[in-house]
Every structure is written in structure tokens, then in C-alpha cells.
């Protein structure tokens, strides 16, 4: 199991006696650093919704039942839960002292049975049946009668509040204050066993804020029609970079949480703060339902074709989290297609009418990347010996990736220039507008090192992310800008 990033350990000091006491140890925000029914319940929405009414009407049962028809219709992929580092090393210690650890917890008995397991860290397990949930009072009575000789409690809750009454060793995981403060009234005192809080940058980084960067393709329009000056187009169009991003960010968190289990299984995306427990799924499912409802409000509010266009965006971007994903080659046409949405909501907002040329050109252009990316995640796979989870693609797929790949680089070069011959030079808004031809060359050379690094597997996994952080790509970007300006020549309405 993952356990997730690393964290100072709090040492537990015990006296000889409590050393051959049982630990009992809690599961959801103790052992793990998220809640197993709301994991249940989002492999549900996003895997299996059709099977939503029949565990809706299990809650009609009880909770206990509930709880056991949520991991009956959508499973827990126990092994990849993200474990705390503290309650583990508390436990390494009383085990290495020859003291029993044993888990009782209110979540399902087929969730314990399944974390006890992957782990190998207990000497029983213990979970809700179906019918009682083993909560509160009711586990304090449970453990009174298994552990009459008495027993240390690791726990996260108030609804742990009675269970460490009965407890000889309180220990508290977690950076719980009000949870410590009921304790101290209580005149309960807990060894602690901390862990770290939510940063404002695993905010930044769960939201994609850097990723607003790739919304710069909204103001591409404007630009190349050499409107920015116009005031109010401008704002409409910053407008539309904002609402963009707004949604962007929904988006993300949307497609983190349908990709919990594979991203936890991934060298890299197991830190994410979703996958590694550091946003509770609570906080994440209604912030990702209100930032979506605000994006789309403001975007139909800025201007009606704006709104529809950033509609069809955010439609296929869930449609992707929930099914293309998984399909092979379906899934890059659709990312290609929602930076192709980006470059139209741009013409749309500031009343211009599309560019077939220019859309073409997105479209093959962020098929390429998007392949790019499959490919060198194939080849890192095969490296490694690992299988791609979460996706349609086998290692020994790559050599198709790397053909279509570069195809469509070679196909968004021979269509820039078909948009420079047939949209941009006629259009006069260029004073040497043979400038223009030499951007393709420059653009031909780029996407030409992106596919040697990708075939090399040393590209990052996303080559938009990777190109601005490239001094080489920024030298292209200089020089494509360079271009252009010279282009146009001083010719700016």
C-alpha cells in the first residue's frame, strides 16, 4: 500500500505495561487518510452510476447496510489506500514490543477484511456487519467486551470520544484540535501522533493553477486579428480566460476523483492531494460541483455562444474523466478536441467567425502532443516493466502512438500554412506577411524534438507543462513571436 508523503513520526512513548497491551487501531483518517465509504461512493458515480438507486435504497436499511451494499456494487481497491505514516510506525513499534494490533472500525467488514490484508499489519479486523455500525458507543461496548484486560485506541473522531474513555492510551491522529480539546475536557490526555495539514499549494496544485496556462489559447483569437487594443473585447476576452480556468480547475478535480485508484498506483500522480488523502473527498466533490456552476453561469452570463461552446467543453471533459479515458485513440481526439473548444470559445466571445484553418491546425496540432504523451508514458511503462493503469493502452501499443504521433505534428505544419495562405495574408492585417512562412519551419523543428524525447521517454508526461519549462521551447516561442512581429510590421488597429 501507498503511504503516500513522507511525514515526521511521532515517537510513541508507552510504559512497560501498555507495551503488551493490544493496540486497537481505527481505520477512515486514522490508519488511512480518507474516508472508505466516501471512496466507495465515488467509485460508484464515476464507475458504475447505474448502480446508484439500488445502493440508494440500502440507506433505507441502516447505515450498516448502506455501508455494505456501497462496497458490494462498487469494491475498494484496498492495497492503494493512502496510509498514515505516524498510526504505521505506532503500530511497527507495539508490534516490535510483542503487543497485539487489531482493527476495529465502522467501516464494512469486507473493507477491513481487505485493508488487513494489503497491509499484513494485524492480528484480527474488525468492521461493521451489515446490520450494527460499529460507531461510537457501540464500538466501546465491542472492545470492553473483547479487551477486558484493557486496550490503547488510536482513533481521529469525536465519535472516538467514547472509546478512549474506556481506553488506557488515547492516541489521536491527526491534527484534530477540536478533537484534542474535547479530549482535554474530558481530562483525557492523548499521545499524538501528527500528521501533516493541507497547504495552500496542494490547493494550487489539486485546482491546476499552472495549468491555466494552456486557457491562453482563448486570447489567441484576438490577438491574431490584432484586436487587443479594443478595450472591451479585451476584458471579454479575459473574461473568457477566467471562466475557463474556473471550470478548468472543476474539471480537474472532477477527473482526480474518477481516477483515484490508478493515479495511486502511478510513480508520480500517488502524490497528488486527492490521491494521497490530503483533501478529504468531502471538500473536493461540492468545491468541484460549485466552481463547474459558477464557470457555466458566468459563461452563458459573458455571452450566449461563449457559454454553449464552454458547455461542450466542460460535457466532453466529464464525458473523458468518465468513459473516453479508458478507450484508446478515442481518448487524445478528445483531448485534442477540448484545446480545439479553447481557440473557438476565443472567436466566439469577441463575435468573430470561425477559422476552419486555425481550428484544423489546433486539432491536429494537440493530437500530436496528446499522443507524444501516450507514447513516452508507454515507453516509461515498458522501461519499467509496469502495466499503464487506467487506460486502454498496452506497452507493445507505442510504435502506433509514435506513427500517428508524428503524422499529425507533420499534417498541423502543412495546415498552418494553409491558414497563413488562405485566412491570414488576404486577411491585410500583415505588412510582410512573408514573415509568416517561416513560423511552420520553426513549429516543424519543435514538434520534431518533442517526438525524440518522447521516443526517448524523457518526456515529462505532459508536453504542454514540459514546453514551458523548456529553454529550448521557450528559444522556438521567441522566435515564432519574433516572426510575427516582424510580420506585422506596426500594423495593430
Not at 306 to 316: E, N, P, Q
Request: proline share 5%; net charge positive; hydrophobic share 55%.
Amino acid at each position: 500500500m501507498d503511504d503516500g508523503t513522507t511525514l515526521a513520526m511521532a515517537e510513541v512513548r508507552v510504559d512497560a505495561p501498555a507495551r503488551s497491551r493490544p493496540l486497537v487501531v481505527d481505520l477512515d483518517h486514522s490508519l488511512v487518510r480518507t474516508d472508505t465509504l466516501h471512496e466507495c461512493l465515488v467509485t460508484l458515480a464515476f464507475r458504475y452510476p447505474r448502480r446508484v438507486p439500488t445502493v440508494a435504497r440500502a440507506l433505507g436499511q441502516g447505515r450498516a447496510a448502506f455501508k455494505r451494499a456501497a462496497m458490494l456494487h462498487a469494491g475498494l481497491d484496498c492495497e492503494a489506500l493512502p496510509l498514515d505514516p505516524a498510526v504505521v510506525e505506532a503500530i511497527a513499534r507495539r508490534r516490535a514490543s510483542g503487543g497485539e494490533v487489531h482493527l476495529v472500525t465502522a467501516a464494512d467488514q469486507l473493507i477491513a477484511d481487505g485493508v488487513a490484508a494489503a497491509t499484513g499489519l494485524f492480528d484480527s479486523a474488525t468492521g461493521s456487519d451489515g446490520t450494527a455500525n460499529l460507531k461510537a458507543e457501540a464500538k466501546a461496548e465491542a472492545l470492553a467486551r473483547s479487551f477486558p484486560n484493557g486496550f490503547d485506541y488510536v482513533g481521529d473522531s469525536l465519535a472516538d470520544v467514547p472509546v478512549w474513555r474506556r481506553a488506557d492510551v488515547a492516541l489521536l491522529a491527526g491534527d484534530r484540535r477540536g478533537v484534542a480539546r474535547r479530549l482535554a475536557h474530558e481530562r483525557i490526555v492523548p499521545e499524538l501522533l501528527p500528521r501533516r495539514s493541507v497547504r495552500a499549494r496542494d490547493w494550487v496544485k489539486a485546482l491546476r493553477l499552472h495549468q491555466w496556462s494552456k486557457n491562453l489559447l482563448v486570447l489567441a483569437p484576438i490577438v491574431l486579428s490584432h484586436e487587443f487594443l479594443a478595450p472591451a473585447l479585451l476584458l471579454q476576452a479575459i473574461a473568457a480566460f477566467v471562466l475557463f480556468g474556473v471550470v478548468a480547475s472543476a474539471t480537474y478535480l472532477i477527473n482526480d476523483l474518477a481516477d483515484l485508484s490508478a493515479d495511486r498506483r502511478h510513480p508520480s500522480k500517488r502524490y497528488r492531494a486527492l490521491a494521497a488523502g490530503l483533501i478529504p473527498l468531502a471538500t473536493a466533490v461540492p468545491l468541484a460541483a460549485g466552481l463547474l456552476s459558477a464557470g457555466l453561469i458566468g459563461g452563458w452570463l459573458l455571452a450566449p455562444a461563449f457559454g454553449a461552446t464552454l458547455s461542450c467543453y466542460a460535457a466532453l471533459t466529464l464525458l473523458y474523466s468518465f468513459r473516453l479515458k479508458r478507450e484508446p485513440l478515442v481518448d487524445v481526439a478528445a483531448i485534442a478536441a477540448l484545446f480545439t473548444l479553447r481557440v473557438v470559445a476565443g472567436m466566439v466571445v469577441i463575435g468573430h467567425p470561425v477559422s476552419l484553418w486555425l481550428a484544423t491546425f489546433t486539432a491536429t496540432l494537440f493530437l500530436s502532443l496528446a499522443l507524444a504523451k501516450r507514447s513516452a508514458e508507454l515507453v516509461q511503462a515498458a522501461r519499467s516493466g509496469r502495466p499503464v493503469h487506467g487506460r486502454g493502452y498496452l506497452p507493445g501499443d507505442e510504435p502506433l502512438t509514435l506513427a500517428l504521433g508524428v503524422a499529425a505534428g507533420v499534417v498541423s505544419v502543412l495546415v498552418m500554412v494553409m491558414y497563413m495562405s488562405v485566412d491570414a495574408m488576404p486577411s491585410g492585417l500583415y505588412a510582410l506577411d512573408g514573415a509568416l512562412y517561416v513560423i511552420p519551419a520553426v513549429l516543424c523543428l519543435w514538434v520534431m524534438r518533442v517526438w525524440l524525447l518522447a521516443h526517448r521517454g524523457a518526456l515529462d508526461d505532459d508536453p504542454v507543462i514540459f514546453a514551458l519549462r523548456d529553454r529550448v521551447s521557450w528559444w522556438h516561442a521567441g522566435a515564432v513571436a519574433g516572426l510575427w512581429l516582424v510580420a506585422v510590421g506596426g500594423r495593430v488597429a
